[in-house]
């Protein structure tokens, strides 16, 4: 804090007091009114310097709050009126991956690779070539992974691919060939490819550094005696899909199945259980939901993050489309004929998650997460409960309380129980994606108050609507059927 000073403040044209002591004209009298005049400003500087400091620390507080927001899933910058249509780029091949700190959205074209602004639409940067692939791309999962410093992009033979490291001002390295030894790739996180093949029933895995090509581990998956009906026709009995989701590496086939970090940790189930999803935590731990045949019992584990289960509860964990994501305090897991939530303590696995409340909902998902608000969908409207008690506040379509059925149910022509295809929020409003119930390829997009919910607008699209994300705060519409990416505003 600035130092206080005591100042005598004397108007300039104040006789000079007489008698003993009294400054002398020439030497002392002229300049005794500049010192005056000088003083004040060792105390104003030093204030103003303050409250520019202060004003500085808060735009930055403010800036990174408001970046920590967006990076959260489904968090856009504003949903006061429904968005419209900013710009739009043609992509025979369209897929998404955010570059940097949301600025810049690299855009697989089916020509090359296109950097955008996401902001204004500007094209920064051309690279590559038609065969290239980019990843993990944006938006393909339910909980995306935070920005990426870089991503990965691959070119050539699917057997024999070459990799390019691209940041928001582009290609960051050359082209480094990873050879065709390892099997086919997948871009992966932080600059790595996970190469793999399957023989005999065994996927081979491998991950490579996108920049030096040198592997990091290889390990194989072998496969198990759970039998996963939709892979194991004949004709695919030997395939295998080897995805990454929530920076997760996944593998899936006839009777295999896998989940790895990026280090090489197993953290799917052995033996009978089934893992149908592992989402990962803030804190470096994980959860994991199984099920387990015959009677497809489903339970949910708290992991360590060497996979060390520490905790076990029944049902099957629920993970907004809209809300804070790895940083969430709380968690929604399914009951027979209910829904609880729990809190785990960041970081302390070897204590069981409390329950904070339950309510007797079926649930068949949850659309949105916030401080005071858990929206979950029943089949046939959305339900919001507070997120602190679990007490009903309002749903829709049906009246909310204190509001006519016109207010709160305007737009309740959508078929819930066809589900809810994407969520956004600013914070007050949740916007949801239903399909149109006279048209399934198009969307209407309804936004509703997190507060009450109230219906504050609703709007159309002719777009599929399970082609929507929130991408570095803007809701973005990728159409594959149309080759047409859209940033909507």
Known sequence: MASLHRVELVPEDEPAPAGRGAPAEGAHGPAAPARRRALPLRVVVPLLLLVLALVAVGTWRTTTAERGRLARPGSVVSLAVAPEPGWETDAAAPRLAVVGDGVILAVVTGAGVDGYDVASGARRWQALDPTAWCGPAAGETSAPAPRAAVVTCLTGPALAPVAHVVGPGG?????????????????????????WSRTGGVVHLALQDARTAQVRWQQDVQPDDAERTAMCRPQVAGQAAVTVEDDL???????????????????????????????????????????????????????????????????RLLVPLAGPGRDAASWLVTTPGGVRALASAPGRTADAPRELWRADLSVVQAVALADDRAVLATGGALVALDARTGEQVWSWPRSAPGTSADDAGAGAGPDLARGVTAAFTDGATLAVVVPDPDTPRRALLVGLSLDDGVVRWQAGYDADPRGFAAVAGRVVHVDPSTSRVTVLE
């Open 249 to 315: 590496l996944v593998v899936r086939g006839c009777r295999l199945s896998a989940v790895l970090t990026l280090g090489g940790t197993r953290l799917d189930a052995r033996g009978d259980a089934i893992t149908t999803a592992v989402t990962p935590r803030a804190d470096g731990t994980f959860w994991r939901t199984t099920v387990r045949p015959p009677d497809r019992a489903e339970s949910t584990q708290l992991l360590a993050p060497d996979g060390t289960v520490h905790a076990a509860v029944a049902g």
């Open 171 to 195: 290609p960051t390295t050359d082209p480094v060939p990873l050879g065709d030894d390892l099997g086919r790739a997948v871009p992966a996180p932080d600059g790595t490819v996970l190469r």
